[in-house]
């Protein structure tokens, strides 16, 4: 039986260890908290800092395939382990490129795949010396993570707010849509391309509101979408499961935000909602599998359950029965002990046909579900 | 967190634990092997025998609710344990009636409840007092499980194959068709029922040959079935998930054959096929969340995958890949890690909408996928 291994232990491993349960496949996970949402899912688990060379080269050297669930991992380490013959999917050389938002912009231009303009900037010095390219967003290069290492610098007043270090200032987009869009891709370079996404942020609180799919957009847009995704993902070279996030303005220009060589928080509703869902078709790619259906069975809309503000400690959810009362709707809690203001505990999907009822459903669900403590 | 146990970790347990992911619940497991396929994948698993009175209340003792995977279990132990306040769904006087095939079929015939007429037989020579009423299947009162326990004895030639012991003594019914029916009730009575399932079977093998649902049965038989399996439960006056397996014979009349109190193989199939799944119905009931909904999103068939004859070993599956490849098909395997003739080692299920491609479909992948040593 093939041996897999996990890097991180999050709700994202939880889920692929959900869908492993399926297949003729060993799990091993690493992570440092034992007490993670995936520890008890696995066949086998490890304490272990994946960010540590030692610690992945040593989880590694007897598995057949390794992935991830998070990108903050020691690639030297996956290099090394690659290098000795064990299969990493995403490949260490996609890994690199991916983590330094700096290389990955290169690689965007390199590879003439559309992004929003920018600049490489090495601190905060450099900032002020290009006032003249505001307004902008400025991102750090490495270490970002769920909208951290991010500033929007509008005007040379915001200046003091930017960032010290290696990062890139972007041309800012007037955003009309932002998108998603999942791919899967095999050793031999099939691709398995899921219904893109759309994802509405809300502006205040700086945190997804709700997603929708599919997205509503034309059909020569969407075109152009899944065409920019596949370029992205053929043009890394690695197998694995890519989330290509978009930026559509409103003169239809597509722009590539960023890639996650990853399951996603894009792919929760694919769960139910899709015939395979993200984690099969990743599944389907480390054992060497053919892949799988990636159609819509409903039209759906998510909504992630976050930590209300203001609440820390142990995690309490108000009105679980009311929703799970609610038709065709799918509660998954991530089984995290303490909730902390904006933390990631659960989401809740709703499979419907028409989107404006799938919209209306979702705000139900966020007026009626509390995570609190 | 509600502290939930299961008695028993075959391929039922592995796949209820698989549903437990999206839920707010700790996890505990009991069986004797630990390498079982259920095993890793709760938060807590003791080894122990579910038919041992100190095992299963030591088990119990500290849990909210117990549940079941098997028959098969030390029903006194649960007994006390309910005593105590832990819930145990079913509750044991159900486990009671269906433990013992006399029992149960007391409790059908007190309860109006159609079925094949029968009599009790304490020992073979019984069986010899009764020539007269032959035909008949004999069926063991204790310890029968897949096809085990089950004797046809058409005429006094064949009373030598009889069982020694406890049993009863049943009419042939003229079978036109095998049904099952799953239900989930809740604490309040409330109740959920699924789409009933046509249940085809190899008599050569005397196994299932593979199931669809919905069954192909005119509206009035189906609503005749559902009534009749509908009234099993709630005579059974017990929370939890039930699977009635019924048998129709030419002239429309229906006959419960017997009830699991349990999640069950004719089930399977709501994973992919249903709104809900049979898992997610039970979890609902044991956390005392609102009942979803059972009804179906596509048509399926089901094959199980079991270990072909003359192969006892390491198990390999073969024709995996092909299988894989074609549409809407879904594989579960169980992880075990021996095959041995006819034991139950995984489950296809197919998605479709036409009865007959679906049939052709189950045959297809009963020809390709070969469970082998």
């Given at each position: 039986m093939q041996k897999t291994g996990i890097l991180g232990g999050g709700q994202l491993g939880r889920m692929l260890l959900q869908q492993a349960v399926n297949y003729p496949v060993e799990t091993f996970l690493m992570e440092i908290d034992s007490q993670c949402p995936a520890a008890h899912l696995c066949h086998h688990f490890v304490q272990g800092d994946i960010r540590n060379f030692e610690d992945v080269y040593r989880f590694g050297e007897f598995l057949d395939t390794i992935t991830i669930e998070?990108?903050?991992?020691n690639v030297d380490a996956l290099e090394k382990l690659e290098a000795k013959g064990v299969k990493i999917y995403p490949h260490p050389s996609a890994l690199r490129i991916i983590q330094n938002k700096i290389l990955q912009k290169d690689f965007y231009k390199k590879n003439e795949i559309p992004t929003a303009k920018y600049i490489t900037l090495q601190s905060k010095n450099d900032l002020e010396l290009q006032r003249s390219f505001l307004p902008g967003v400025q991102k750090l290069?490495?270490?970002?993570y769920d909208g951290r290492g991010v500033q929007v610098i509008?005007?040379?007043?915001?200046?003091?707010k930017g960032f010290e270090g290696a990062s890139i200032l972007e041309e800012l987009v007037d955003i009309h849509k932002e998108i998603s869009v999942i791919i899967g891709i095999d050793e031999k370079g099939g691709t398995a391309l899921f219904p893109p996404v759309e994802m509405v942020f809300d502006t205040a609180l700086n945190q997804l509101d709700y997603q929708v799919c599919p997205a509503g957009l034309p059909e020569k847009i969407m075109w152009r979408v899944e065409a920019v995704a596949l370029k992205v993902v053929r043009s890394l070279r690695s197998p694995g499961l890519f989330a290509v996030e978009l930026l559509v303005d409103k003169a239809g220009n597509v722009y590539v935000n960023e890639t996650a060589p990853r399951v996603h928080n894009s792919g929760h509703h694919t769960i139910e909602a899709n015939y395979c869902s993200q984690y099969d078709i990743l599944w389907r790619i480390l054992l060497g599998f053919p892949l799988g259906n990636t159609e819509i069975i409903r039209n759906s809309a998510l909504v992630n359950l976050v930590g209300s503000t203001e609440c820390s400690g142990d995690v309490i959810y108000e009105g679980m029965r009311e929703v799970l009362a609610m038709e065709n709707t799918y509660v998954h809690l991530y089984g995290k002990k303490q909730t902390k203001p904006g933390r990631k505990m659960g989401h809740v999907t709703i499979l419907g046909n028409n989107p404006s009822d799938l919209i209306r459903q979702a705000h139900l669900v966020k007026s009626k579900l509390k995570v609190i403590a």
């Open positions: 998070i990108e903050s991992v290069a490495e270490g970002g509008k005007t040379a007043s915001d200046i003091s």
